[in-house]
């Protein structure tokens, strides 16, 4: 419980990033390493290999990731970088390539992400006070363990269905029935 309450001393004060607060100059390995660390969420001391640099150069050769040039990496990579080490708790790395497989539409994404999982870990800082008996406890963690599952799962059948827009299959089925 000890942990727990440490957790949720960190979480009030961490703040996601927004886009236009990201590194303007690109960055080195060892520097995007060192700022992805410090902007993600405050998560357990063992998270702190969440990200290596064997990591980044395995998601660049992946296409996961754009490539660096010169060996720095620019805002776009960072931002994906960011977003990759928080996601892949959840998802399978194909799944998080496919969220960012437009490298147009870096900025957009890390915005979605970043309001998100501000808008999360404020909903998050609301159970403090429900945490009162070991019993309490268990119950909070199965419900959310249920609920990541459970999304986690549907993200997965959504990156994974026909790519075709729900409307667009519609007019086609139509169109082939005439």
């Known amino acids: 419980m000890n942990e727990l309450n440490e957790l949720i001393k960190l979480l009030h004060v961490f703040k996601t ?3 236009d607060k990201l590194p303007e100059i690109d960055l080195y390995m060892d520097q995007v390493l060192t700022y992805i660390k410090k902007n993600l969420p405050p998560f357990k001391d063992s998270d702190k290999d969440i990200i ?3 990591m980044i150069n395995n998601y660049v050769k992946d296409n996961v990731v754009k490539n660096p040039v010169d060996k720095k990496y620019d805002k776009e990579a960072i931002a994906s970088l960011i977003m990759v080490a928080n996601l892949k708790r959840v998802l399978p ?5 496919s969220i960012l497989s437009d490298p147009n539409d870096v900025e957009a994404l890390y915005s979605v992400y970043q309001i998100n999982l501000d808008r999360v870990i ?3 800082l609301g159970i403090e006070a429900s945490l009162t008996s070991d019993e309490t406890v268990r ?3 199965l419900e ?3 609920e990541a599952s459970v999304k986690a799962y549907f993200a997965h059948m959504i990156l994974s269905s026909d790519p075709t827009p729900h409307k667009e299959r519609k007019k086609k089925s139509k169109s082939t029935q005439e």
């Open 122 to 124: 404020q909903s998050m």
């Open 93 to 97: 790395i194909q799944d998080i390539k």
């Open 17 to 19: 990033p927004s886009y």
């Open 52 to 54: 290596t640099a064997s």
């Open 144 to 146: 959310f363990a249920i």
């Open 139 to 141: 119950k909070v963690a």
